[in-house]
């Protein structure tokens, strides 16, 4: 079955320090989501990518999906301590045929300290 | 988007008792999906609720363990059985309905966190 792997699983930063994390996949992806798990909270979606290279913004938050749409990233730039969280992709399951459900990845949690 | 409500949120439950997590959307959806997340995990699919038939289930979990329930297009209920330790996790109920309109992006509940004895 499909496997998405993150890295890193955990980060520590400093406030204002960059940070980014790696969505890995064994298949090419059809599209690429992102969502976000503050501590105690439910996954809440931030961005969704189709295409191949395609680069999205969002404040201080840019996502990238790869060219061979393999691959997709998140980077924070100046990171602030609401940003603390786990940072999850996902990606639609394409194995086995037509179907709608999403598989999450291994998800990276991020530490900010103020 | 959708909104989810769920419940309970929490309950602290004895070995080999039953629980029943309800699902309520506000808006009627055709797929309901099952997550489980462990302490410190990603989330793992239980299975997909279709209103109308049986519940798809993932490798790994099976009805006996997991009845699901989806008698209409806005309400569903997973049931653990006959728990264990092992079944202490946040279960959470989800359904497309985000604000991307088309998009499959799914909207959550805020999660049961079930801690057994």
């Known amino acids: 079955g499909q496997q998405v792997m993150q890295i890193p699983q955990y980060q520590h930063v400093q406030e204002g320090e960059d940070f980014t994390t790696y969505c890995n996949s064994s298949t090419t992806l059809s599209n690429i989501q992102w969502y976000k798990q503050r501590p105690g909270g439910h996954p809440v979606f931030l961005i969704q990518?189709?295409?191949?290279?395609e680069v999205k913004k969002q404040k201080r938050l840019t996502f990238q999906f790869g060219e061979a749409k393999k691959n997709s990233s998140l980077h924070i730039t100046a990171t602030q301590t609401t940003d603390v969280g786990t940072y999850f992709c996902a990606e639609r399951d394409s194995f086995g045929g037509a179907t709608n459900k999403l598989i999450f990845g291994t998800g990276t949690l991020l530490a900010v300290q103020p | 988007s959708a909104v989810i409500s769920q419940k309970p949120s929490r309950d602290i439950c004895q070995r080999g008792t039953s629980l029943t997590i309800q699902c309520q959307v506000d808006s009627q959806v055709t797929m309901m999906f099952w997550y489980r997340q462990q302490p410190g995990q990603s989330l793992t699919l239980i299975a997909t609720?279709?209103?109308?038939?049986?519940?798809?289930?993932e490798s790994g979990f099976v009805i006996d363990k997991f009845p699901i329930s989806r008698p209409n297009l806005t309400f569903s209920t997973l049931t653990v059985s006959n728990m264990s330790p092992e079944d202490s996790s946040i279960y959470l109920c989800?359904?497309?309905?985000?604000?991307?309109?088309?998009?499959?992006?799914?909207?959550f509940g805020a999660g049961s966190r079930l801690t057994v004895l």
């Open positions: 609720a279709n209103q109308g038939s049986e519940a798809t289930y």
């Open positions: 989800s359904a497309y309905g985000g604000r991307e309109s088309g998009a499959n992006v799914l909207t």
């Open positions: 990518l189709v295409k191949s290279g």
